[in-house]
């Protein structure tokens, strides 16, 4: 007989590891993958990537915390945060800073796509 697998906690672990390694790879100056956005959006270096590096990290770590551990009524305001949070950041990188001047571009559309996946992923969990 084949087990259920707990499909949410494994998606929730997975996008609290991806934001707290992209957190941490922000502020020891990776610049590839999430952080080339943040490059491009003129975060790097200054007190809005910073914030959101910090973000990432406090966001991410915690949300690993929650899946071994009870954080109450955290949890429900961490996933919530997280969502409008990354909201923002797609808003500022894809939209926002001139960077609908690029959309035929494949990177703008890749770059969308990848973003799109986590805001989803964080949509499910956000309960």
Do not use: Y
Not at 40 to 61: C, M, P, Q
Not at 84 to 108: E, Q, S
Request: positive net charge.
């Amino acid at each position: 007989m084949a087990k259920n697998i707990n499909i949410t906690g494994i998606l929730i672990f997975l996008v609290g590891a991806f934001l707290l390694l992209s957190g941490i790879s922000a502020l020891t100056g990776e610049t590839s993958g999430i952080n080339g956005f943040l490059s491009d959006i003129g975060a790097r270096n200054n007190t809005l990537g910073i914030v959101i590096a910090v973000l990432e990290i406090i966001g991410g770590g915690l949300l690993i915390v929650s899946r071994f551990m009870s954080i109450g009524r955290l949890d429900g305001i961490l996933r919530m945060a997280l969502l409008v949070i990354w909201i923002v950041v797609i808003l500022l990188g894809f939209f926002l800073n001139g960077a609908v001047k690029h959309i035929d571009t494949l990177g703008w559309w890749a770059g969308l796509v990848n973003h799109a996946i986590v805001l989803v992923i964080l949509w499910m969990i956000k309960k």
